[in-house]
């Protein structure tokens, strides 16, 4: 799988995830742009498959962005819905891919994520979003000179 193969598949599953509403104040988001604009994001989005190191899970635990709605209440983004077999994908993308680029579970997710808030943006907003980490081969392991 590839980076952008990741970011489609959690852009369009993510914007499937709207409209909806804040369980509280009844704030209405009509899009992932929205909500993105209106809420304000709370830590990093955590992937309970990563932190098990459970790549091939049957029944996945999925990931969760949080954020909070203006009045305060937390709400949750997940990956619930996503067929297992793409969040396989996903996950061998993350295992394999931080290994070779050098970068943590959690950097690569959080990037994953800017990716998908910069496309539901469009141009214009600027939130200080980082790209995703360089690809690259890996660093060869040069061998010693005897
Ligand atoms: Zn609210």
């Not at 980076?3 to 804040?22: K, N, Q, S, T, Y």
């Not at 704030?27 to 994001?41: G, V």
């Not at 992937?47 to 709400?75: H, I, K, Q, R």
């Not at 061998?92 to 950097?107: A, C, I, L, S």
């Amino acid at each position: 799988m590839t980076d952008e193969e990741v970011v489609r598949i959690m852009h369009a599953h993510f914007e499937g995830l709207f409209p909806r509403g804040c369980p509280t104040c009844g704030r209405y988001f009509a899009n992932l742009r929205d909500y993105i604009l209106d809420t304000e994001l709370i830590g990093d989005t955590i992937s309970y498959d990563v932190e098990l190191c459970d790549w091939e899970p049957e029944e996945p635990l999925g990931a969760a962005a949080f954020a909070n709605c203006p009045c305060g209440t937390t709400m949750v983004l997940t990956t619930r819905g996503i067929p297992v077999a793409q969040l396989h994908g996903v996950l061998r993308w993350v295992r394999d891919e931080t290994g070779r680029r050098g970068v943590g579970h959690t950097e690569l997710i959080g990037a994953v994520r800017d990716e998908v808030r910069r496309r539901a943006l469009g141009s214009g907003e600027k939130l200080g979003i980082v790209p995703l980490p360089a690809g690259g081969p890996a660093p060869a392991a040069a061998a010693p000179e005897a």
